[in-house]
């Protein structure tokens, strides 16, 4: 049976990731936040309170951020609280499907120890499975760790991008445009997973430049 969070697996470790983009150091602020942006436009006329909600997610995300804390599900899960607007949210119970049935996400013994590690990685370059990493490396493999794991029975899209919004605010960059970001992402598609790497560096130098911030 088809499981792309194995897809994304295998890819992971074919991906050299040390290669995948320049590195890039903050701080880096743009004319504005566009995580907020985005989260401001997220509302729908059936529940308008949908992107305030996402908006109060990434104020604690970056608090979370300021404070250099380290990503983990629970960390993760408390920003999804938020998201949703739910008293207690949990790892998923059931194989999971995304794309219109099109990509299923199995489910075994050992998946959340993986996402576990899998998010442990995000942090610093010295870290152990981060060393040598450019942030915006991290940053991507982080998004696409939430994305193919699919950790939440709801709202994966929007925790994927809190998740590369706290990895790049640990170190002070902020974009000013998400967008080109928020595009399908496939879990078989190693091109697409050094692309999204290399996007994030180049937001962040045009960030950069309008903010008038100096990166390498």
Known sequence: MRDDLQAWLTVRSQI???QASAELVGPVRGRCDGIDVVAGAGGTAGDAARGERLRAAWRAVREDASAQRFLD?????GWQRLVLGLPDVS???LPAF???GRERYGLHTDTRERFEECLAQAGDAGDAGAKGVPLPARAARAYLDV????PFDDGNARAALLAMGFVLAREEVFLDEVGPLRIPRYADDPVGAVSLARLIHVLATAAAHRGQTRIP
């Open 16 to 18: 050299a990731w040390e």
């Open 91 to 93: 790892f998923r119970t």
């Open 98 to 100: 995304a794309k219109g």
């Open 73 to 77: 599900f629970e960390l993760l899960a």
């Open 147 to 150: 994305c193919f794991f699919h």
